[in-house]
């Protein structure tokens, strides 16, 4: 972990405060931000804090059938949504906290990436008072029930890694809308691994609010890297590729629904150019 903190520690790091009232949109952005590290319009280490409406969010390489109740999902208008890294399905609602991080591809290992970005997680937990442990490679527990998960996927040319903190999420509907994954039947797709969860709300027996914990976060990104985030927007050219992932992929039942390849921005076919850790 130590090399990856070296090899950031005195980089300026920009804060993109960027939520939409979508889920697809919201994961477009994920990837863009990433799209641009590859072309090397973006060469500053990204920080976002980040909120979804209702959602299940499927790793790239899981089957909705096999994760989604999706009948209590119209039911409870919950949004279906793909992200482009691997690992399992998560929901998110308006009390879920999602933190991204993206960078220039580690010189570190996948693990120390890894460990690095999830201890960020782990001390802002701690400074809020929740005695908490990582079980890695990518989850946190707080009494043996899961409040966070992570996903990574590195690149050529760039790493990202995002998590989803239960802050005053709706546990019920999380069980509701993802019921079926429970059955581990064997199958070529990506399979979600269940364990019991928990929220903030519930572990410090006081309600929550997201913000709270994104300020906590980035506080405990600052002292750890010794510099204030700067304020950001999205670029000229991470908004144009945002418009074209969101139009061409995201917002496409073939990729939310299906996973289909073929899908990526610009003229790349096929897999797109990276390697997903699943979770």
Same mark, same amino acid.
């Given at each position: ?88 399905? %998560?929901?998110?609602?308006? @009390?879920? #906290? ?7 591809? &580690?010189? $570190?290992? /996948?693990? *120390? ?7 960020? %997680?782990?001390?802002?937990? @701690?400074? #809020? ?7 890695? &490679?990518? $989850?946190? /527990?707080? *009494? ?136």
């Amino acid at each position: 972990m130590s090399t990856l903190v070296t090899q950031v520690k005195n980089v300026k790091k920009r804060k993109i405060d960027c939520t939409y009232p979508s889920a697809l949109l919201n994961l477009a952005v994920e990837e863009t931000i990433a799209r641009n590290f590859s072309t090397g319009s973006q060469t500053q280490p990204t920080v976002r804090l980040w909120v979804n409406p209702k959602s299940v969010i499927l790793g790239r390489f899981q089957s909705v059938r096999s994760e989604v109740d999706l009948v209590q999902c119209h039911l409870n208008d919950v949004q279906i949504a793909r992200r482009f890294t691997g690992g399992g399905a %998560v929901f998110h609602d308006e @009390g879920t #906290l999602n933190f991204t991080i993206t960078s220039a591809r &580690p010189e $570190s290992s /996948l693990l *120390e990436f890894q460990e690095a970005n999830l201890r960020l %997680v782990l001390d802002a937990l @701690g400074n #809020l008072g929740v005695r908490c442990s990582a079980s890695p &490679p990518n $989850s946190i /527990l707080v *009494e043996g029930r899961k409040i966070c998960g992570a996903a990574c996927a590195v690149g050529i040319d760039f790493g990202i890694w995002h998590c989803s903190v239960l802050v005053d999420t709706d546990v019920q509907l999380l069980e509701s809308a993802l019921a079926p994954s429970r059955s581990m039947a064997k199958s070529r797709f990506v399979r979600s691994k269940w364990q019991p969860v928990t929220t903030l709300s519930n572990a410090l027996r006081r309600r929550v609010g997201v913000g709270e914990v994104a300020r906590t976060l980035e506080s405990t990104i600052e002292a750890r890297f010794g510099h204030k985030l700067e304020a950001s927007r999205l670029s000229t050219e991470e908004e144009e590729c945002l418009q074209v992932l969101y139009t061409q992929k995201y917002s496409l039942d073939e990729w939310n629904m299906e996973g289909e390849r073929g899908f990526v921005y610009g003229k790349e076919k096929g897999r797109a150019n990276h390697t997903t850790i699943a979770v």
